[in-house]
């Protein structure tokens, strides 16, 4: 029940009094939003004043933001390489950061074709469980009886590794689970889990997904909430279900745990929650058994009120997937963060995936803006770039995120491409347009994220009549043909195998991916022949979570892992090309004049 209108909130009001007071704080921050930049910068620069980072650079102690401006320089990870890697090695003098660098935090190892080591200290936990903690009391606003039952979410851990110096390394989701902010945090009746920590900590991710899953099976009622930390997560969960309904339905049925399951306080911990459930069983079993898999997510878990996942950026493509399981259950995305920084959370967490925007918490780290032009060469450290603070973008105008951290991080360039769409109070509100970088590239031609994308959601309307959607996909630019060409693999659900798309539909997708490809692409196919036509190769269904897996055997982790959007590896291509059951070309060449298009 909501409390006192006299401590409401401009955003609504509140379910409680905790709530209150998180909302309380996200008002004064947002309408602070400046002078709280400034004092996290001084902070900032304060406590690190003595790196020597910060003595390199000359600082000499100042905090004000024109010193900073003009004497440090933006910089990429690779600038950063050479200290990181001495931290790495052992050295414990304060290089970056004046606190102790308790661990790295590793990307997640398919943004940039390498797992980068992000330094962080003790306090930043602090910081991102703050973050968490105002997670719920806004989606309380939306969704009113989150205290009435459970969340079934689908969370991992990977096992870390140590630097040669002995520090930890490791996803940023496996140091917050195996923190006592999250081991022992308190009872909150607004966020309680389907799954033991037991479960969740488990490193092998069959048993950790098996008790998940049973956990959550045995507790279907009182599910109000079905989560994963990307969308792909918790497609992999349904397929889970799919292969291993019938061992779990014995389980329920008996009250004992499959022998495959073997960590030990994972059996000790199932073995006070499984309990004999004959009816329980029988209807798993009815509803699994079904031909369709349609609506399965409200099929079992009935009084799921969303799907918390992120559906941002690379993740929207599995929005129809989501949408045909869970019979168009709101999708929400509530937090933007990174391995280098928590950034800000969805103060409309309910709203549409297309329009989702996140507000920039400015007590997170000191933010800046580099407004990002596609057709820029770029900036040398002759001519620096002119930054933008936080409270001075404009809206409309796409950015790139630079972030200065109390980790040590100083005008760090993030690599994600921003739009700003409005603001809160004055803190700016922004869509997540793409992580920069180029994908696709066989002559003069440069292909993104967004654009192939967009390219896939054009051509698989194609698809529709057939009752068929691309569930998953990836790309490689072919050079070995001459000229080159785009290659991409399809995996499709064909809801109906009698009525499924034809070589020609196929070919048709082809065509429709390369009039949807920027100007130049076209150009080179039609006028300089120096692209040759795009491929569909169509693969087994099962192949991306053979490709998941793979990954995940070479270190990458089940929590952070995302789909390479283009793939050069050849073990992954070998893996590819042995799943494929059908190829298409693009039977005619796309539009092109050299006029620009409207």
């Excluded at 309380?140 to 040669?164: A, M, Q």
Aim: charged fraction near 25%; proline fraction near 6%.
């Amino acid at each position: 029940m909501a409390v006192d209108s006299a401590i409401s909130s401009p955003l609504g009001p509140p379910a409680c009094e905790k709530d209150a007071k998180a909302l309380r704080f996200i008002e004064e921050m947002t309408r602070n939003a400046d002078s709280v930049q400034e004092r996290v910068l001084s902070d900032i620069l304060t406590q690190n004043s003595q790196t020597e980072y910060l003595r390199r650079v000359k600082l000499n102690g100042a905090t004000d933001r024109d010193s900073f401006k003009s004497k440090l320089p933006v910089i990429t990870y690779e600038d950063l390489q050479p200290e990181i890697q001495r931290i790495a090695n052992g050295d414990r003098t304060a290089i970056l950061s004046a606190h102790p660098i308790s661990e790295f935090l590793t990307s997640s190892g398919t943004s940039a074709g390498e797992r980068k080591l992000m330094p962080t200290i003790k306090e930043e936990l602090d910081r991102r469980q703050l973050l968490y903690s105002l997670l719920m009391p806004v989606m309380n606003l939306y969704v009113p009886g989150l205290d009435k039952g459970k969340g079934l979410y689908f969370l991992f851990v990977k096992s870390e590794t140590r630097t040669p110096g002995g520090l930890l390394a490791r996803p940023v989701l496996t140091s917050y689970y195996k923190s006592e902010h999250f081991k022992t945090r308190p009872y909150d009746p607004y966020n309680v889990y389907t799954s033991p920590n037991e479960a969740i900590l488990c490193p092998d991710s069959y048993q950790s997904m098996y008790t998940q899953m049973l956990c959550g099976l045995q507790d279907r009622h009182q599910v109000l909430r079905v989560g994963a930390v990307f969308a792909s997560g918790l497609l992999r969960a349904i397929r889970f279900l799919q292969l291993n309904w019938r061992q779990l339905s014995q389980d329920i049925e008996t009250g004992t745990l499959n022998q495959k399951v073997t960590d030990p306080s994972l059996r000790e911990c199932m073995g006070k929650i499984l309990k004999p459930d004959p009816e329980l069983a029988r209807f798993v079993r009815h509803e699994c058994s079904k031909e369709s898999w349609e609506g399965i997510i409200t099929r079992i878990w009935p009084n799921t009120k969303y799907l918390d996942v992120i559906v941002t950026g690379a993740m929207a493509q599995y929005i129809p997937t989501l949408d045909y399981y869970s019979g168009g259950l709101p999708k929400a995305c509530t937090m933007y963060a990174s391995s280098e920084c928590y950034f800000g959370l969805n103060l409309n967490p309910m709203c549409k995936p297309s329009e989702v925007s996140y507000t920039i918490m400015p007590n997170m780290a000191y933010f800046e803006f580099l407004p990002h032009d596609p057709n820029s060469a770029g900036f040398t450290r002759d001519s620096p770039p002119k930054l933008v603070d936080l409270v001075d973008v404009e809206i409309g105008k796409e950015y790139e995120l630079v972030i200065t951290t109390y980790a040590g991080l100083c005008r760090y360039r993030v690599g994600d491409i921003l739009r700003v769409t409005g603001f809160h109070n004055s803190a700016p509100q922004f869509h997540f347009v793409r992580r920069k970088n180029v994908l696709l590239s066989i002559d003069s031609d440069k292909t993104d994220e967004a654009e192939l994308q967009k390219a896939v959601e054009n051509a698989s309307r194609l698809l529709r009549e057939f009752n068929t959607s691309v569930v998953e996909y990836t790309s490689y630019a072919d050079t070995k043909t001459i000229p080159g060409h785009y290659v991409i693999y399809w995996e499709l659900l064909v809801k109906d195998a009698a009525n499924s798309p034809t070589d020609d539909v196929l070919k048709q997708c082809c065509l429709a991916m390369e009039e949807s490809m920027n100007s130049v692409y076209r150009q080179g196919r039609v006028a300089d022949n120096s692209i040759g036509p795009l491929e569909i190769r169509v693969v087994k269904n099962g192949t991306f979570e053979e490709l998941m897996d793979y990954a995940i055997s070479r270190g990458a982790s089940i929590n952070q892992y995302k789909v390479p959007r283009c793939v050069n590896f050849t073990p992954i291509m070998e893996l590819l090309d042995s799943r494929v059951v059908s190829t298409h070309f693009s039977p005619a060449l796309p539009h092109w004049t050299p006029e620009r298009r409207r």
